[in-house]
């Protein structure tokens, strides 16, 4: 169900191309810095939750480490972001996720994002779990070895069987609605 939403939401191959076009006006050095990725996609002045999560999302891209993202990082990102596969989707946020890339989420990880997550996306709906609550329900679904980390293969086990989960997930898995509408913000 949630790829057939995928693929309805689908970015065209013009609309990536328009959107690189901004990157080179943005940043004619070819790098593209945090402060400059959340001017481009509208976050100067929101909460520091959604601060937070932009930065995760920025490092996430970030594969040499130069605390920029060059042009391929760039286009990288947005082709998994757009036109990714759930799969693939969920890989990244799992590597979101493991804030220490030792490849298992703790219950420090899951809360951590959990916090940002609410904030941000969970306040807005009827949701009447707090983060704490909403990890061990995580943990509920997905730990199926019960010891107390989650691994690659359970994430992405647990997070496609469970539509609860994957609709959680929603912000993290399903972003091209969000790249989208704060693209459509430019100048």
């Known amino acids: 169900m949630m790829q057939e939403k995928s693929r309805s939401e689908e970015v065209n191959l013009a609309q990536i191309q328009e959107m690189c076009v901004i990157f080179l ?19 100067q002045s929101s909460s520091p939750e959604e601060s937070l999560f932009l ?29 990714g596969s759930l799969e693939d989707r969920l890989k990244w946020s799992f ?9 298992k989420l703790d219950r420090k ?13 969970l306040q807005m709906t009827e949701v009447s779990l707090t983060p704490s609550q909403i990890c ?20 992405m086990e647990g997070a496609q069987k469970d539509d609860w989960l994957i609709d959680l997930l929603n912000l993290d898995v399903q972003t091209s609605g969000w790249v989208i509408q704060n693209y459509k913000k430019l100048p």
């Open 25 to 43: 006006r943005e940043c004619p050095s070819g790098a593209l810095h945090l402060h400059e990725f959340k001017r481009i996609f509208g976050v």
């Open 136 to 155: 061990d329900r995580i943990f509920e679904l997905v730990d199926n070895n019960n010891d107390g980390e989650i691994t690659l293969s359970e994430f």
């Open 109 to 121: 990880e899951v809360k951590s994002l959990i916090r940002i997550l609410h904030k941000i996306k």
């Open 55 to 83: 930065e995760t999302i920025f490092r996430s891209f970030d594969t040499n480490q130069d605390n920029t993202l060059d042009f391929i990082e760039y286009v990288a990102a947005l082709n998994l972001i757009l036109r």
């Open 95 to 103: 590597k979101m996720y493991d804030r220490d890339g030792n490849g």
